[in-house]
């Protein structure tokens, strides 16, 4: 991250240490193929005595929240060249609610497809990952939407195998992560190859994004499929090596869930982000990661289908 003002450094430094995760004023290079953030300037937020008093007592007793994420998605989430701290838009986003709310969001890596089985299982407060809202998930999880996102491909340098729509990663190895948009698209245009006379996609499911990637690099697949927002920054940062073959589609929102029980913490998150929102502290988020074409107003609940 780049220059930012010497008081959100100091604000934030606790935080950033404790949690594990890069407060928004830290800094670190740019332009790293993935190792560091961009350059920004993002605004202090003060505690809201009010919205922290929405939290659950025992949240409040711990004084933090712990956060499950795939931290494997650049820009939402990534290590940084320690390979510990957390970097990326999700992290700076939960130190930023985590000075509205007083509490530390200590981020612990997890495989993406094991999440909502965590916060099931009480071993995470809720995720913050660059989960798409889906209707499917509503049974287990309330999300608090904070972003939008559509779904492309990626391909090495000069689209040798010339994908320029949806049905023809048809008969293509395609890369995804497992449970994540990438996953459900290729299901889903696999139910269509038949019909236009096209052999299914064989579909090379990985634990994380960064081995999906990595499988494209290394030629085991032809494309990897997952959301806009992480591809066109894999793309901005190797800019000789892949670029983005399709047009976002399928839109949905992204969204932080917190299981269904937990209302009191998803009203707390979800008056936070507002906060974060009406402060302008949210939009200087989004310019920093370079995500504007992603914002997703209001902070609503429960808004994919």
């Known amino acids: 991250m780049k220059s930012r003002s010497l008081a959100f450094v100091g604000t934030l430094a606790a935080l950033a240490l404790a949690s594990g995760c890069a407060a928004p004023a830290e800094t670190a290079p740019a332009g790293s193929g993935g190792s560091g953030a961009p350059s920004a300037q993002v605004t202090a937020v003060a505690k809201d005595d009010a919205i922290a008093a929405m939290l659950p007592a025992d949240i409040k007793s711990a004084g933090k929240v712990r956060v499950a994420s795939g931290v494997s998605f650049p820009p939402m989430e990534f290590f940084g060249p320690d390979n510990k701290t957390v970097l990326g838009f999700d992290a700076d986003l939960g130190a930023a609610l985590g000075q509205v709310l007083g509490v530390t969001f200590e981020f612990q890596n997890t495989n993406f497809d094991g999440i909502i089985g965590g916060l099931d299982a009480g071993r995470y407060d809720l995720g913050l990952t660059s989960m798409n809202d889906k209707k499917s998930r509503h049974d287990r999880v309330d999300f608090i939407d904070y972003l939008n996102s559509g779904t492309t491909a990626m391909v090495k340098k000069g689209n040798p195998k010339g994908v320029k729509e949806r049905l023809d990663l048809c008969g293509l190895n395609v890369a995804v992560e497992k449970s994540t948009a990438g ?38 697949a032809d494309a990897v499929v997952t959301l806009d927002l992480s591809l066109a920054y894999d793309v901005k940062q190797n800019p000789n090596a892949f670029e983005l073959a399709l047009k976002p589609f399928d839109a949905m929102p992204v969204g932080i869930p917190v299981p269904k029980k937990s209302t009191e913490l998803r009203d707390a998150v979800q008056a936070a982000l507002k906060k974060l929102q009406e402060t302008g502290v949210y939009d200087q988020l989004l310019a920093k990661w370079s995500l504007q074409d992603q914002a997703l107003p209001g902070a609503p609940l429960n808004q994919g289908k």
């Open 183 to 220: 996953d459900f698209t290729i299901d889903a245009v696999n139910k269509e190859c038949p019909g236009a006379g096209k052999p299914a996609a064989t579909k090379l499911p990985f634990p994380d994004q960064a081995s999906a990637v990595q499988a494209l690099q290394s030629g085991r």
